[in-house]
């Protein structure tokens, strides 16, 4: 089992940034970020695979940046140039194994899941 716990959510104002935490019980080779915003549903921000591999949702790219300090355990989202449509609950994921690149961002490619951490855009 693994335990995730995120941290650096927050409220900003658009075009700000934030940087989210995730530290893990244990490692694990696939780790991502989803998001959530009401009444939508859950979808893959970015994931990291041991072999470097980094696939992001078209909405973020060039303004969102996932890495992981495999010595700590702990994966990152850089989050720059924020928008409104970014708020949401951002949820920490993690495998115990590889996954294929196609599966990096779907939500039932994980098993190990954190509870979240809020992150407010305001315009």
């Known amino acids: 089992q693994a335990q995730l716990v995120e941290s650096g959510g927050g409220s900003v104002q658009a075009v700000g940034s934030l940087r989210l935490s995730c530290a893990a019980s244990k490692y694990t080779p696939t780790m991502g970020w989803f998001r959530q915003a009401p009444g939508m549903e859950r979808e893959g921000v970015a994931a990291?695979?041991?072999?470097?591999?980094?696939p992001y949702a078209d909405s973020v790219k060039g303004r969102f940046t996932i890495s992981r300090d495999d010595a700590k355990n702990t994966l990152y989202l850089q989050m720059n140039s924020l928008k409104p449509e970014d708020t949401a609950m951002y949820y920490c994921a993690a495998r115990d194994s590889f996954a294929s690149y196609f599966e990096l961002l779907e939500e039932q490619t994980y098993n190990y899941w954190g509870q979240g951490t809020q992150v407010t855009v305001s315009s």
């Open positions: 990291v695979r041991a072999d470097g591999t980094k």
